[in-house]
C-alpha cells in the first residue's frame, strides 16, 4: 500500500479523522511500520500500553481473559481500525491482547510519539478524547451485563432477590456489593474487584 493510500486511511481512522492533507502526511513520518506472521500476539492483556496501531492489512482478533479465566472475543480489526489506543494514556496496561488472524501490516506509535502529535495538533486530542469516551461507554455496558449475571447466579444461590450496590469505579477496577433485596444490614454481603476490559 502506497503512502497515497496510507495518507487516505489515517484520514478515515478516528484518532486522525479531520486532520488537513499536511497534518496526516506528518502523522505518516512518524509511523513505525510493523509486521506480524499469521498467529501472532502484537500485545498480550496485561502488557504496558506503549503503542497505538492503525492495522493497514490483514485482520486481528482483540480478546480478553475474564477474571475467571476464561477467554472472550471482544471485536475484529480490520484494515483502518485503531486497537491498542489506550498507549495514549500515561501508566495504562492494555486490557485485551491483540493477536493476527493472518499476516498483518500495521501502522504503530509509540506512546511519547502519541503525546508530542497531541501536543502539536489538537485535533487528535480531541478525537482521542472521543475515543476514550466511547470506550469508557462501552466498559459501563459491559459491567452492566457482569453484574446481571452475577446477580442472576446469587439470587440462585441465596434463594431471594439481590440488589447490587455500586460504590465506586476507579480507572481500573469496580467494587460493588451484593445485599438481599428490601434489606441493607442483615443477609448476604458480598465485594468482588472485576478488571477493566478494553474495547479498543
Given at each position: ?10 484520514a478515515q481512522s478516528q ?70 489506543c489506550i498507549a495514549a ?11 493476527a488472524v493472518d499476516d ?97
Amino acid at each position: 500500500m502506497d503512502s497515497i493510500d496510507l495518507t487516505q486511511l489515517l484520514a478515515q481512522s478516528q484518532p486522525f479523522r479531520g486532520l488537513p492533507a499536511a497534518e496526516l502526511r506528518a502523522v505518516l513520518q512518524a509511523a513505525q511500520r510493523r509486521h506480524f506472521e499469521r498467529d501472532a500476539f502484537i500485545y498480550y492483556q496485561g502488557d504496558p500500553a506503549s503503542i497505538l496501531y492503525i492495522l493497514t492489512q490483514g485482520e486481528a482478533k482483540l480478546t480478553q481473559v475474564t477474571p475467571e479465566g476464561h477467554q472472550m472475543l471482544v471485536r475484529f480489526a480490520r484494515p483502518g481500525d485503531c486497537f491498542g489506543c489506550i498507549a495514549a494514556l500515561s501508566d495504562a496496561v492494555y486490557t485485551l491482547s491483540a493477536q493476527a488472524v493472518d499476516d498483518c501490516l500495521a501502522l504503530a506509535w509509540d506512546g511519547r510519539t502519541v503525546a508530542q502529535l497531541m501536543e502539536r495538533y489538537p485535533r487528535i486530542s480531541l478525537n482521542v478524547l472521543q475515543l476514550v469516551a466511547e470506550y469508557y461507554r462501552r466498559l459501563l455496558d459491559r459491567y452492566q451485563e457482569l453484574l446481571e449475571l452475577f446477580r442472576d447466579e446469587l439470587e440462585k444461590k441465596i434463594g431471594e432477590p439481590v440488589v447490587i450496590e455500586v460504590e465506586a469505579i476507579p480507572v481500573d477496577i469496580l467494587h460493588f456489593r451484593a445485599v438481599p433485596n428490601g434489606d441493607n444490614n442483615q443477609g448476604v454481603s458480598h465485594n468482588q474487584g472485576v478488571a477493566l476490559s478494553n474495547m479498543k
